[in-house]
């Protein structure tokens, strides 16, 4: 397995691949490798030549009252279960070579960034799509591979995908859980023995509102009233953002039909974790 | 000389060219071809196996009050010169194509941007970065030649393609001019007659700043002082901007050091020229 610091390095070795005619898969992480991490890898791993994964805690991203500087970091470990997993390349840059003195670029995408977290973090989306366009033309994959527990992340991506002609295809991956229902996170560290009972509060609230779907309910407001008064039951649950919105648009719906989320933002002390149902996809919890 | 409308099928296709070895140069134009276009072409004639051409007067440079609608087009006469010249493809999507509906992404370059054109038409730049992302992903080429007439342009596109990462080479060519000076633009057939003659100042304006740069002069405002007495005194000519900027920051300079250039935007009557000269080079008016 190659580890690649430099963007020109990974570039080289990114068009040298492809002029083989090797196809290239790229799982953009933020580090710190839980079993999520692991299977967006080995879907990766599945559909190409060349498995790069890059590991970078993208500083654009982050508010100066988040937090960037605690973010969990752990290279060596990160090393050993990307090998164990069939990885082919890490690409882990630093921040001077990504955003070096007088950068002033961002790509900016608008509609679907209006709502959810876009609205309890104003500069995250365009920290994220800058991001992951300057990844996508250093690593330059055929396919990259995105969690679905970031729902309107993975919309974004592939939003700004379709309207840059990004020539990449944007593959999407189901929420892996613990036993327990529990969205895997890398925050999930942060969480005390008794906010870890509480954080079970948002999968429960996506199964209660499934049960409610699959029974017939399709009026938001009266799904999205039972789920906040389930979480808020919760000890140091503090909800964010409980809504139910259009899976393409990401706008808030009255009515379930067609494809709608319901996406949740719950801080659980001081650790804020978001999770999400798509309304008749499955839901392992 | 292939003609592609489709953003899809010039993907494809400039695919297909990288993967048999052979190297892509773009030269993005508005089309109406004058010898200034031609140039550049020529240029890029040099620099690669596929030459491509676009042609696309983009929506999204324009304001609703400047002239998107009136702009030049003569596509049979453009094909014809290209061919001369040696284009292997020409790609020339539609609107409907580029920013279909639900368009959404943008490309902002933020310090560049903030002087000169970047005043006078705000979403100019944001428009002209977010049109050359596409171009770029569309036709993926290896280099992509500029005009140094749009010297503010140029530097954006430069800084876009440094900051993003993309693996392209960004090539300026010299400012192609009539046998009078005046330099070349799809916007002259504007003019009227009485009007050619007052466009004429922009070029001499230039002569006279570089001239006064040859023998000794460094203070910016001195030199801008006489440059605007000059040009106002011409019939229907009325300054937008006259300033010497840093040529990396596009920032006002006081004294003339480094790399500095003289860019002048002025209408005459209802037609908006620019032009510009980089102290220290030739100047051949």
Same mark, same amino acid.
């Not at 397995?1 to 610091?5: G, L, V, Y």
């Not at 509060?201 to 407001?221: C, M, V």
């Given at each position: 397995?190659?580890? $690649?610091?430099s ?6 070795? #990114? *068009? ?15 580090? %710190? ?12 791993? !599945? ?15 982050? #508010?100066?009252?988040? @937090?960037? *500087? ?7 470990? @990160?090393?050993?279960?990307?090998? *164990? ?13 990504? %955003?070096?003195? =007088? %950068?002033?670029? %961002?790509? *900016?995408?608008?509609?679907?960034? =209006? ?7 104003? &500069? ?15 690593? !330059? ?25 990004m020539? $990449? ?7 892996? &859980? ?8 890398? &925050?999930?560290?942060y969480?005390?023995?008794?906010? &870890? =009972? ?17 029974? =017939? ?5 009266? $799904?999205?009233q ?11 649950a503090?909800? @964010? ?5 259009? #899976?393409?648009? $990401?706008?808030?719906?009255? !009515? ?12 659980i ?17």
């Open positions: 397995m190659k580890i $690649i610091r963007p020109r390095e990974m570039q080289v070795f #990114a *068009e040298s691949e492809r002029l083989r005619g090797l196809r290239i898969v790229l799982v953009p992480t933020m580090g %710190y490798f839980h079993e999520g991490h692991l299977n967006l890898m080995r879907e990766g791993r !599945k559909r190409g030549d060349c498995l790069a994964v890059s590991i970078y805690v993208n500083p654009a991203q982050f #508010a100066p009252t988040e @937090d960037f *500087e605690s973010y969990p970091r752990d290279f060596e470990r @990160d090393r050993k279960l990307a090998e *164990e997993v069939g990885v082919d390349v890490i690409f882990s840059p630093d921040n001077s070579e990504m %955003y070096p003195e =007088g %950068y002033q670029t %961002y790509v *900016e995408v608008e509609g679907v960034t =209006g709502n959810l977290c876009g609205i309890s973090r104003p &500069r995250f989306f365009r920290g994220v799509a800058t991001v992951c366009a300057k990844l996508f033309h250093i690593v !330059k994959p055929h396919v990259a591979v995105f969690g679905k527990k970031d729902f309107q992340q993975l919309v974004t991506i592939k939003r700004m995908v379709r309207d840059l002609n020539d $990449i295809e944007i593959l999407g991956v189901s929420t892996t &859980r613990e036993s327990d229902g529990l969205a895997m996170s890398s &925050r999930n560290v969480l005390t023995a008794e906010e &870890r =009972g509480s954080a079970l509060s948002l999968s429960r609230a996506l199964r209660i509102a499934n049960d409610r779907y699959e029974k =017939g309910e399709r009026d938001a407001a009266l $799904i999205l039972q789920v906040r008064e389930f979480i808020s039951a919760h000890p140091s503090r909800i @964010d953002y409980a809504k139910i919105c259009d #899976a393409e648009t $990401i706008k808030d719906v009255r !009515k379930i039909e067609g494809e709608a989320v319901l996406a949740l933002a719950v801080w002390g001081k650790t804020r974790l978001i999770d999400n149902h798509l309304f008749g996809e499955p839901l392992d919890v």
